[in-house]
């Protein structure tokens, strides 16, 4: 199909048509040449409208809301993928994974970045201040995501990849993290046991939970609120690592914060 096929007799993007053909390329371990943004005027209202119906058929086949994933926080994934904006996507409870975590399966091009998540404790509305967001949580998390975009060697615009869900796939979780110490922690990221890069918490929009009150501020202009249990996985504070079968990917966050995710399959 080409993506002109995803318009109505007006020329307006039909959402689920567009979904549906990214659910079925990712499930059938395709990865797409050709963008929607290439093809059609899109815009990023577009964008969200398109990751929401992908959200609804993957709820319509069993899957749970379990949270929320932003992208684009920090300078370096700015600078590495060449978008210029942070974008939002959903986490649903399949793509969480409890570290030391091992990729169930299906994986296209996986790549891994460190990152804090914050757990909310009560429900969170936006306008809301850094400490306001803070307060509403109940715990912080070392995570690393595994993103896996559909888009061909990561080649998209912000609007292709917020379609895709800003190529949430999964998230190994790790152990608490100390809350009051968030900007100045400090992560190694480690490949097969070698340091590649190193970050603070700081690289995510200055402070973590800056990024969890610009969410609640882009779902009350969706008509959401982050609610008690969501977990927020708040940007990649180094840039991403390709993921290989048989390798291990790690990052420790300040002391005792480790979280590991590993590839044990050959990828197709």
């Not at 809301?128 to 912080?140: E, G, H, I, M, T």
């Not at 995570?143 to 895709?164: H, M, P």
């Not at 180094?238 to 590991?260: D, K």
Request: proline share 6%; charged share 20%; glycine share 10%.
């Amino acid at each position: 199909m080409t993506w002109r096929q995803c318009v109505d007799a007006h020329g307006v993007l039909d959402p689920v048509a567009a979904a549906r053909a990214l659910r079925q390329a990712r499930q059938a371990g395709r990865t797409l040449d050709t963008l929607l943004s290439g093809s059609l005027s899109f815009s990023l209202d577009d964008a969200y409208r398109v990751q929401d119906q992908v959200t609804a058929l993957r709820l319509a086949a069993g899957e749970r809301r379990a949270g929320w994933k932003l992208g684009y926080t920090s300078a370096v994934m700015r600078a590495q993928m060449g978008i210029d904006a942070p974008n939002f996507g959903p986490l649903t409870d399949t793509m969480l994974l409890s570290s030391p975590a091992v990729l169930p399966g299906g994986e296209l091009q996986p790549r891994v970045e460190p990152e804090i998540g914050l757990r909310l404790g009560r429900r969170l509305t936006a306008p809301c201040s850094v400490d306001q967001a803070l307060a509403a949580c109940d715990a912080a998390l070392a995570c690393l995501e595994i993103v896996d975009s559909v888009w061909a060697g990561y080649r998209f615009t912000l609007e292709d990849n917020t379609a895709d869900g800003s190529s949430a796939a999964w998230v190994s979780v790790g152990p608490s993290l100390p809350p009051e110490d968030l900007a100045t922690l400090p992560v190694v990221l480690s490949v097969d046991g070698a340091e590649v890069e190193r970050a603070t918490g700081a690289a995510a929009s200055g402070h973590p939970a800056a990024g969890l009150a610009w969410l609640a501020e882009q779902l009350a202009a969706h008509g959401r609120a982050l609610e008690p249990g969501d977990l927020v996985i708040t940007g990649g504070l180094t840039s991403a690592r390709p993921l290989r079968a048989g390798s291990r990917i790690s990052a420790a966050f300040g002391v005792g914060g480790a979280v590991t995710v590993q590839v044990s399959r050959p990828q197709r």
